[in-house]
């Protein structure tokens, strides 16, 4: 079945005494949109969406683009893996936003890592083979394709974030609402015309049917799609904030990795608002947070609740944790520490 109508039919089966397989026929008869439109929508039932699941592809996209499509709490998916696959194969994507000259630095700085990666690939190779002898009781093919694994492991390092992938994610259609509504406020242009094209893959017939008709996966989805400017209001009303209440240098020297215990529930919800908006470790964004009067915290706090909707969820900054890390990483050690992310 389609993903709203699905969700129509489980949403029915809760409301009613009908056994799940009249409530499936009770749906073939019966507007599936209307009811979402009702209850989805305009009365604020947003867990109705968790009901209906879609696979998603995302092809050609930069690997920048697949780390925001990733950046969900509640999503299941795989990026196309940089351990099996050659990823020289195409040109880095050039980002829409870069004038002429940035444009030309860009695309010289994209070639020479990517020749860099595939110098440092065949080494690696050819490293691996002298030192590491392939076992009698494994096959040629499962051999090389080992140690390649490994070889890609290293050479990784060197790929830009504009290098292209793709992502495969099968989501509730309530994150795909949220995602989108995301993409289409990002600061990226790539991810806004992602948002986009995902909105109208929502209202059209899928792509690849195993079987049955060929009907829009989730055209009233697709229809309340607008853009959610909240999370950039936040950033710009912290960053103000910021600026007039914390230092614009650090006093704490930045180490490599840093772990806190946070005890102040509340000075670590703010630290984690304002961490992205500085260049301060958090350690000292923390103390700093500890030590103001609780005013101060609490116009903290009623400055990131004024951006979200009667009946949005809480920003993700408000969770306070046991422990928090803090690295200092190139673009390489994230790209392993995001593989990892869950």
Same mark, same amino acid.
């Given at each position: ?12 089966y809760s409301r009613s005494p009908d056994s799940i397989t009249d409530s499936v026929e009770w749906v073939r008869t019966h507007d599936s949109a209307k009811f979402l439109e009702s209850f989805y929508f305009q ?6 969406a968790d009901l209906g699941h879609l696979a998603v592809c995302f092809e050609g996209v930069s690997e920048l683009a697949a780390t925001e499509i990733e950046d969900e709490q509640l999503w299941d998916g795989q ?39 595939? !110098?440092?690939?065949?080494? $690696?190779?050819? +490293?691996? #083979?002298? *030192?590491?002898?392939?076992? @009698? ?42 995602? !989108?509504?995301?993409?289409? $406020?990002?600061? +990226?242009? #790539?991810? *806004?015309?992602?948002?986009? @094209? ?40 912290v960053a103000e904030w910021a600026a007039d209440h914390l230092p614009s240098q650090p006093t704490l020297q930045s180490v490599s990795t840093d772990l806190l215990s946070p005890s102040n529930q509340v000075a ?75």
């Amino acid at each position: 079945m389609p993903p709203e109508k699905l969700a129509y039919a489980l949403a029915r089966y809760s409301r009613s005494p009908d056994s799940i397989t009249d409530s499936v026929e009770w749906v073939r008869t019966h507007d599936s949109a209307k009811f979402l439109e009702s209850f989805y929508f305009q009365y604020g039932h947003a867990s109705i969406a968790d009901l209906g699941h879609l696979a998603v592809c995302f092809e050609g996209v930069s690997e920048l683009a697949a780390t925001e499509i990733e950046d969900e709490q509640l999503w299941d998916g795989q990026a196309r893996s940089s351990r099996y696959q050659d990823f020289t194969k195409s040109d880095a994507i050039l980002p829409p936003e870069l004038s002429a000259e940035e444009a030309a630095l860009y695309v010289n700085t994209c070639e020479k890592l990517i020749a860099t990666y595939r !110098i440092v690939q065949s080494e $690696a190779t050819d +490293y691996l #083979e002298s *030192r590491l002898r392939r076992p @009698e009781d494994m096959k040629p093919d499962a051999y090389k394709r080992n140690i390649a694994a490994r070889a890609f492991d290293v050479a990784r390092y060197l790929l830009p974030f504009g290098i292209p992938t793709g992502v495969g994610q099968v989501t509730s259609i309530r994150t795909l609402e949220k995602q !989108i509504r995301r993409f289409k $406020a990002c600061e +990226y242009q #790539e991810v *806004r015309e992602i948002g986009d @094209e995902l909105a109208h893959a929502c209202s059209a017939a899928p792509e690849c049917l195993w079987q049955g008709s060929a009907e829009p996966v989730a055209p009233t989805l697709a229809r309340h799609s607008d853009p959610d400017e909240s999370a950039g209001r936040l950033r710009a009303d912290v960053a103000e904030w910021a600026a007039d209440h914390l230092p614009s240098q650090p006093t704490l020297q930045s180490v490599s990795t840093d772990l806190l215990s946070p005890s102040n529930q509340v000075a670590d919800i703010c630290a984690t608002l304002l961490f992205p908006v500085t260049r301060l470790p958090f350690r000292e964004i923390y103390e700093l947070a500890c030590s103001w009067p609780e005013s101060r915290r609490k116009d903290l706090l009623k400055l990131a609740f004024g951006v979200r909707g009667r009946r949005e969820e809480l920003p993700r900054h408000f969770r306070s944790a046991p422990y928090v890390f803090e690295f200092v990483m190139d673009i390489g050690a994230y790209r392993d520490m995001h593989r990892h992310r869950r």
